[in-house]
């Protein structure tokens, strides 16, 4: 799984800050073991989180991390000292990745998730946003590690930042893309990015065919759980064969799913879906997109 927020509360069993059942993360990760997912990418969107996926790697062999800032989230790097700050926030995410580089032994696989986001600008604006992108690529290009990417709304200048500073990284993943078909093939034409695609990828008929036209070599899964599950509405649903019972999380039971949230194990769906778009199989979607 490339991208899993399992740093999310919910799987604390907290949901907008109500407790609702135990917490049940070493349960949501077996589940995904089960159906043959072996490695796990916890998303960080800032500082702290980079900092707290740590620990959370520690204790799980097959868990990984990114170090990075979330566009929504770009306004982190001034908000506690202007672009002195900035500059010291960005000095400490490459501390923190460097140290902790798979590289030098230690769990951190990518740089992100960063990005552009102008679906959210309420959250943060372009000029703040294109700023701390464009600087982040010092973070992967200083520790040789791939970029973990975010894209909304913003296909063109995201294209225009990633192409003045491809040369500088090792590669990446424009994960959870929800645009168009024009979109992949720019992507796919103009970098040599991979697209991560998971349930928000497949909501309507538009999206089914704007995943149509990205190459399987040019392919990777995420859960982008506890988020982005494929719901019974989506457009790809009548792809999906495997099942699991579920309770709500009132109702938690050990060893059932929750009801709406989303869980790495449920990639299996996404691949069983992504087979039936491409008139493919299972296994081999998971051979190529897997391998």
Known sequence: DIG???????FQGSYHGKEKHEADLPLVLQRARDVGVCRFITTAGTLSESKAALPLTAEHDDAYS??????????????????????????????????????NGGKVVAIGECGLDYDRLHFCDKETQQKWFRRQFELAEATGLPMFLHMREACADFLEIVKENEGRIAGGVVHSFTGTAEEVGRIVAETKLYIGINGCSLKTQENIDAVKEIPLSRLMIDSDAPWCNIRPSSAAAKFVQTKWSVKKKERFEKGLMVKDRNEPAAMLQVTEAMAGILGSTVEEVATQVFA
């Open 4 to 10: 899993v927020n399992l740093l999310d509360d919910m």
């Open 66 to 103: 990114t170090v990075g800032v979330h566009p929504t989230r770009a306004g982190e790097f001034e908000a506690s000292g202007g672009e002195e700050g900035g500059e010291e926030y960005l000095r400490a995410l490459l501390a923190l990745a460097k140290e902790n580089s798979q590289k």
